[in-house]
């Protein structure tokens, strides 16, 4: 019997449609989003260290996340009912780095036929057959997948790099810029190419508002209160 399979998702292509059951009840995805970001992530078992760290993680920044009009949306091949056992878990018995008596209140997907991880090219098989790698999915408000970003089984997520793409992406949407390595808030931004020799002599001879390097390399000042003021919900 043929085996069914599906492609990798990729960046600029609509995120998959899926309906599923959650810790939160039944989603639809990504239309039950429509209007904000989403972070769709999964992990690879309940009741594992590594997850439970990275849970308890998220669920302490999930405010933060929300006031950056960002969803987060987990996933496993576990079931319903282990998974909440688990969360339940994390609540009344684990503490860590000063976490405790953290509620996920964000949905968990059941995916114990795989469906939605195979859509989303989450089982790596280097890694395991029946388990999803740590995959991250930075999913704008039009349901387009704008960042990928994989881990392997065994090594955990950085979450303030997690917070700086989704605030990385919406400076660039919203000020026409590109971001230079390490960009934090405040940081200069990249402008964009000089697309013409006239520009590009105008850039050069200190013309404009920004500090050029080589004429394809400027970059200008974006004040930290601003852009936190045009992403942050206040």
Same mark, same amino acid.
């Given at each position: 019997?043929?085996?069914? @399979?599906?492609?990798? $998702? ?5 995120? =998959? ?17 429509? #209007?904000? /970001? ?13 997850? @439970? +760290? ?5 669920? +302490? ?8 009009? %960002? ?16 969360? !339940? ?8 780095? #000063? ?13 114990? @036929?795989?469906?939605?991880? @195979? ?5 790596? =098989? ?14 704008? $408000? ?9 881990? =392997? ?10 917070? !700086? ?17 390490? /960009? ?12 013409? %020799?006239?520009?590009?002599?105008? !850039? ?13 390399? %400027? ?16």
């Amino acid at each position: 019997m043929e085996e069914k @399979t599906f492609s990798l $998702p990729l960046i600029g292509e609509k995120a =998959p449609e899926f309906k599923a059951i959650t810790t939160q009840g039944e989603i639809n995805f990504p239309g039950d989003y429509k #209007g904000s /970001w989403v972070i769709l992530f999964s992990h690879p078992a309940d009741f594992t260290p590594v997850c @439970t +760290s990275e849970f308890m993680t998220f669920a +302490s920044m999930e405010k933060k996340f929300n006031e950056a009009n %960002c969803k987060l949306v987990g996933l496993s091949v576990d079931g319903l009912y282990s998974h909440i056992a688990w969360l !339940r878990t994390i609540k009344e018995k684990i503490e860590y780095k #000063g976490m405790k008596d953290v509620e996920v209140t964000f949905p968990l997907i059941e995916d114990i @036929t795989m469906e939605v991880s @195979t859509k989303y090219g989450m089982l790596q =098989p280097g890694e395991s057959s029946t388990k999803a790698v740590r995959a991250v999915f930075f999913i704008d $408000p039009k349901g387009i997948i704008r960042t990928i970003i994989y881990y =392997p089984l065994s090594l955990g997520r950085n979450f303030e790099e997690l917070y !700086r793409v989704i605030i990385g992406l919406q400076t660039a949407d919203a000020f026409s810029v590109a971001l230079p390595a390490d /960009w934090q808030p405040g940081d200069d931004v990249i402008v964009p190419t000089a697309g013409s %020799c006239g520009v590009a002599k105008e !850039r050069m001879e200190g013309k404009d508002d920004m500090t050029c390097y080589d004429w394809f390399f %400027c970059t200008k000042k974006l004040d930290k209160e601003k852009v936190l003021k045009t992403v942050l919900k206040k």
